[in-house]
């Protein structure tokens, strides 16, 4: 494997769980008698569903937020996403007394672009399917003298995200197997380097939508791979293409990328739903899915899931149960 130094290290990890501690939530590990039945496994669901926003992404962008110089949070910052990225900067930058600006896709669903205006962000649209959200961001940074904090792709934004498996493993013990919901790489590369670090020997796997593989593709193939927007419900993991920080962690840290059909996405929401009384947005319910969909041999083991998100749509939420309900 590459000799390179990572972006980020475990100590980065540290630095931002003390930055992130009284301002982001400690949230829940929960367990299911049922899933440890189903699976023959202990798993530990850490549940960011109940972060403030409703995902991980606070983590991420408060700590790279609150890392900025005096002089860039003064010019106020900006940030592209298609929904839970948004939100977490809206929510951090208002905390931090910083001004932001959101360049968000039209299709995003209704909750994300509400909440995110509820925040005080300055919101942009763009046509997910015609325009390049990257391109609009860097002229508005560039004419407004704004930083950009990208989703995924960004040292302090990977290490906030890892602070949600240092906070499991703290509070559960050493794991065998974690498990990571996969978009960008940002909580994936994160996480592993946590786990790495704070449990050595646990084996780390992204889960990706079937329709969305580009991190599989990059994994198995040794090298970024672009891929048509995908068609999924797991909209926090529409990502076209891995991060270049993120990558070469994934590639040292990471067993394998998985996946899990939008079926088997349904089904574990109705899961979580009915046994768990949590609501999990599609795109948090893919580590699960992975685990109760016997894609790894678990029996025995003691499991990680992290849980990364419960923004959905409320008036979506019972055509996705439906769809998940057995035959
Ligand atoms: C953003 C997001 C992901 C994917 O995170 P990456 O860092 O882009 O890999 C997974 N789940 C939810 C709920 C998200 O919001």
Redesign the pocket.
């Known amino acids: 494997m590459s000799s390179t130094p990572h972006c980020i290290t475990a100590a980065d990890i540290s630095a931002a769980a003390e930055i992130l501690a009284g301002h982001a939530l400690r949230t829940p590990v929960m367990t299911s008698h049922q899933a440890d039945h189903l699976t023959g496994a202990k798993l530990f669901f850490k549940c960011e569903n109940f972060q403030r926003v409703g995902?991980?992404?606070f983590r991420g962008a408060y700590n790279a937020i609150a890392q900025l110089s005096e002089a860039q949070r003064k010019a106020g910052v900006i940030a592209f996403s298609s929904?839970?990225?948004a939100q977490a900067m809206a929510l951090a930058a208002r905390e931090l007394g910083v001004n932001v600006t959101i360049v968000m896709p039209n299709d995003a669903p209704e909750t994300k672009l509400a909440a995110t205006r509820g925040y005080g962000a300055n919101v942009v649209i763009y046509q997910r399917h015609s325009e390049n959200r990257e391109e609009i961001t860097q002229r508005l940074a560039a004419e407004q003298g704004l930083s950009i904090v990208p989703?995924?792709d960004y040292p302090q934004v990977m290490a906030g995200?890892g602070t949600a498996t240092k906070e499991l493993i703290e509070e559960v013990g050493p794991l065998d197997v974690l498990l990571v919901?996969?978009?960008?790489?940002?909580?994936?590369s994160g996480s592993a380097i946590a786990a790495h670090h704070w449990s050595p020997g646990c084996r780390v796997y992204g889960v990706e939508p079937q329709a969305g593989n580009d991190v599989q593709q990059a994994f198995r193939s040794g090298q970024p791979v672009r891929i048509p927007v995908p068609k999924t419900i797991a909209d926090?993991?529409q990502?076209q293409q891995v991060g270049t920080l993120t990558f070469p962690i994934i590639q040292q840290y990471v067993e394998d990328i998985l996946t899990v059909t939008d079926a088997q996405l349904c089904r574990q929401m109705r899961f979580f739903m009915e046994r768990m009384k949590m609501v999990v947005?599609p795109?948090?319910c893919?580590a699960a899915a992975a685990a109760m969909n016997s894609l790894l041999d678990l029996r025995g083991k003691k499991v990680g899931v992290i849980v990364?998100?419960g923004?959905v749509d409320v008036d979506k939420i019972a055509q996705y149960l439906a769809m998940g309900a057995q035959e």
């Open positions: 995902a991980f992404k929904g839970n990225h989703p995924y995200q919901s996969t978009g960008g790489g940002g909580l994936l926090g993991a990502t947005e795109t948090g893919l990364s998100g923004n």
